[in-house]
């Protein structure tokens, strides 16, 4: 392309690349593009995390399922926020609720001893007492030892 300017002279340019012209879209999007990239990488990071931290919780809850069952304990857990209550079948079993409904603390005040919702001391042997009686109706009857002298 030719120009002429002042006195005469003549002068020639050229018509800008689309380098020159785009220079700051283009590393514009390259910029939002790598930012975006990286995202997802950091999700793909993320997720393999949840997912070991997930199996990790799954393998804790299981050995917890099984010293519980072993020891015949009934587990129980409130969380504050919603009142609802989790709990192991054992729990489930020994105070006759539901195996699958959700538990709220109401239902399980409900079937709890009215003595123990007193807050503060509660003597123990009664407790006790209490609990065992609820079990002598789920467990069958066991044969007392006997010790003989030789």
């Known amino acids: ?19 020159e012209r785009y220079q700051w879209w283009i590393v514009g999007v390259l910029a939002i593009g790598l930012l975006q990239a990286g995202l997802i990488l950091l999700l793909g990071v993320n997720l393999v995390r949840r997912r070991r931290v997930e199996r990790a919780l799954r393998e804790s809850e299981e ?9 015949g304990a009934g587990l129980w857990g409130l969380d504050l926020d919603t009142r609802r209550i989790w709990a192991t079948s054992r729990l489930r079993e020994l105070f006759q609720l539901s195996p699958v409904d959700d ?9 709890v ?5 007193v807050r503060g001391e509660i003597d123990q042997h009664d407790r006790h007492r209490r609990l065992a009686e609820a079990e002598s109706s789920l467990l069958p009857q066991r044969r007392k030892l006997h010790k003989t002298n030789f």
Do not use: I, K, N
Request: hydrophobic fraction near 45%; glycine fraction near 4%; proline fraction near 5%.
């Open 1 to 19: 392309m030719e120009h002429t300017v002042w006195g005469g002279v003549r002068r020639y340019s050229r018509q800008p690349t689309l380098w």
């Open 63 to 71: 050995r917890l399922d099984v010293a519980a069952h072993s020891s």
């Open 103 to 111: 538990l709220e603390v109401e239902a399980v005040l409900a079937v």
């Open 113 to 117: 001893h009215p003595a123990d919702h």
